[in-house]
């Protein structure tokens, strides 16, 4: 039975696209549309969790990620 196992995915706009990132894993990836970033991005997360080396996952995986907002005074 397969496995799954949940990350984090930050889609911006840039330009006329979207980017895509995994922050546990500096992975990012990129599409016209923030469905198609955040495909891309998973299919970026599961080739390299098949075709890296198990030290290389260890050494990039984050198990804290924070994501929030921050007020800072402008002008």
């Known amino acids: 039975m397969r ?12 330009d006329d696209g979207f980017v895509a990132l995994c922050p546990e894993l500096d992975i990012a990836s990129q599409g016209d549309t923030v469905e198609q970033a955040r495909q891309n ?10 075709e890296a080396d198990p030290s290389e996952v ?11 907002q921050v007020m800072v005074p402008v002008g």
Do not use: G, P
């Open 41 to 50: 991005l998973v299919e970026a997360i599961e080739l390299f969790l098949e």
């Open 58 to 68: 260890d050494r990039r995986l984050q198990s804290e990620i924070f994501i929030t």
């Open 3 to 14: 496995q799954f196992q949940q990350f984090t995915a930050v889609i911006e706009r840039e």
